[in-house]
């Protein structure tokens, strides 16, 4: 089992920033790519960004040039930088871990919202 406890939700002014944190922990080692997931109301889960343990990259085309995702291996957390942040950029955010079995691990998620 793989616990995921994220922090660094908000409210921000459109053109802001927010950084968001998620702490893995029980089987990490189990772990190959992380990454966060958002959902909007009345919409679907989808991607934000992912990054595997070698840090490979891939990010949603909405948040490219503006959103940065980060490793921290020693201290099993992944991050995710948020600039430039919009108004549709508000949603619940997510981070995911995907063992290398292919299992999927969710956090609770953490609420951002960006006024206009």
């Known amino acids: 089992q793989v616990q995921l406890v994220e922090s660094g939700g908000g409210l921000v002014q459109a053109g802001g920033s927010l950084r968001l944190s998620c702490a893995a922990s029980?089987?990490?080692?189990?772990?190959?790519?992380m990454g966060w997931y958002r959902q909007a109301p009345g919409k679907q889960r989808e991607l934000v960004a992912v990054?595997?343990?070698?840090?490979?990259?891939n990010y949603a085309d909405p948040v490219k040039g503006r959103f940065t995702i980060s490793r921290d291996n020693a201290k099993n957390t992944v991050y995710l930088q948020m600039n430039s942040l919009k108004p549709e950029d508000t949603a619940v955010y997510y981070c995911?871990?995907?063992?290398?079995?292919?299992?999927?691990?969710w956090g609770q998620g953490t609420q951002v919202t960006v006024s206009s």
């Open positions: 995911n871990a995907r063992s290398k079995y292919n299992i999927p691990y």
């Open positions: 029980g089987n990490i080692f189990s772990i190959n790519i």
């Open positions: 990054i595997t343990t070698g840090g490979t990259t």
